[in-house]
């Protein structure tokens, strides 16, 4: 599975309806509503890279109240979980 982080700067006044229709994207897991300089943070999870593609440059641009876009598509998760593993392991 492919995870891609998309922040989201949108029109105040839509913040919520844009939410709302990120929310309901096909590929689309999570929709976080957050303080600093971005409104939306939206988890993307696809099974190849060109559903990103698919996702964020033709699904995304036909939700209203999106102004601006950066997407950051994961090489490698690391968790807690992963990181206690490795020190048991003597990695480190």
């Known amino acids: 599975m492919i995870t ?9 006044h839509r913040i919520p309806e844009t939410a709302r229709a990120l929310a309901g994207i096909e590929g689309v897991q999570e929709v ?29 641009p036909s939700v209203q109240g999106i102004e601006r876009t950066q997407t950051l598509t994961a090489f490698r998760a690391y968790s807690k979980g992963d990181l206690e593993q490795a020190w048991d392991i003597g990695v480190g």
Request: no cysteine; aromatic share 10%.
């Open 32 to 60: 976080y509503s957050v303080s600093g300089e971005w409104d939306l943070v939206v988890i993307v999870r696809v099974s190849e890279y060109e559903k990103i593609a698919e996702v964020v440059t033709e699904k995304f």
């Open 4 to 12: 891609t982080i998309v922040l989201v700067r949108a029109d105040p």
